[in-house]
């Protein structure tokens, strides 16, 4: 079965610094992966996906995630915070012959002024 | 077309009631989606539908839950009995096929008193 681990549940930072919200997942098959932002009291907004090919996939709102194969992993950056991408970000992952959606269980991103 | 939505986007009842929240996907997606958020998690399947056909159920359902999508269009979820464990935010989402982007609702909010 899969699973995703987001390993920091809240994580500070100053406006305009740099940014990594770390994901790792485990799978004994093919998956695809995802990062979803929530704004407060809206629903789940897709960021960004990787399916195949380059391993460096770029997002909406300036973001981009690496897809490492022998790490498990499927971090999440940017160069630079603005206060409006406070959110919650999610992890997830999807057998590419499945349909259900498995989330980590999310990464609280505060904007320090 | 604005969307997936959800009706109501919160619902306070007290134990032991039913309720019944309803979603309307965006048009023309045949595939149909729930999920349950509860506080500091990321979402959890529930179940999922192919137009009219219910096509998968996680252990998470249990037989106080029940899903429809009659017509193959809008679908309703309901909860017979509320419990205090199911307060949470009931997610919908909707996609054209297999493999392909989900687009989640704003969600409904429940709280059993």
């Known amino acids: 079965a899969q699973s995703v681990t987001q390993l920091d549940s809240q994580v500070p930072v100053f406006e305009e610094a740099p940014v990594e919200l770390r994901c790792n997942y485990s799978?004994?098959?093919?998956?695809?992966l995802f990062w979803y932002v929530q704004y407060p009291n809206q629903g789940l907004q897709l960021l960004l996906k990787?399916?195949?090919?380059?391993?460096l996939v770029k997002g909406i709102n300036g973001f981009e995630a690496e897809f490492n194969k022998s790490q498990t992993s499927f971090h999440l950056r940017k160069p630079s915070v603005h206060i409006s991408d406070t959110a919650e970000y999610f992890c997830?992952?999807?057998?590419?012959?499945?349909?259900?959606?498995?989330f980590g269980k999310g990464t609280r991103l505060h904007i320090l002024p | 077309d604005t969307g997936v939505s959800q009706d109501p986007r919160h619902k306070i009842t007290k134990r032991g009631q039913n309720v019944t929240f309803r979603c309307d996907p965006i048009?023309?997606?045949?595939?149909l989606y729930w999920y349950r958020q509860t506080l500091g998690q990321g979402p959890e399947f529930l179940t999922y539908?192919?137009?009219?056909?219910?096509?998968?159920k996680s252990r998470l359902l249990s037989d106080r839950f029940s899903a429809e999508r009659p017509k193959g269009s809008f679908s309703t979820l309901e909860i017979q009995r509320t419990e205090q464990g199911d307060s949470a935010m009931y997610l919908c989402?909707?996609?054209?096929?297999?493999?392909?982007?989900?687009?989640f609702g704003p969600g409904t909010r429940l709280t059993v008193t």
């Open positions: 989402a909707s996609s054209t096929g297999l493999a392909s982007e989900q687009y």
């Open positions: 997830a992952v999807r057998r590419n012959r499945d349909d259900k959606i498995i």
């Open positions: 539908f192919q137009n009219e056909a219910q096509l998968e």
């Open positions: 990787y399916l195949s090919g380059s391993t």
């Open positions: 048009s023309e997606h045949n595939r």
């Open positions: 799978s004994s098959v093919s998956v695809y």
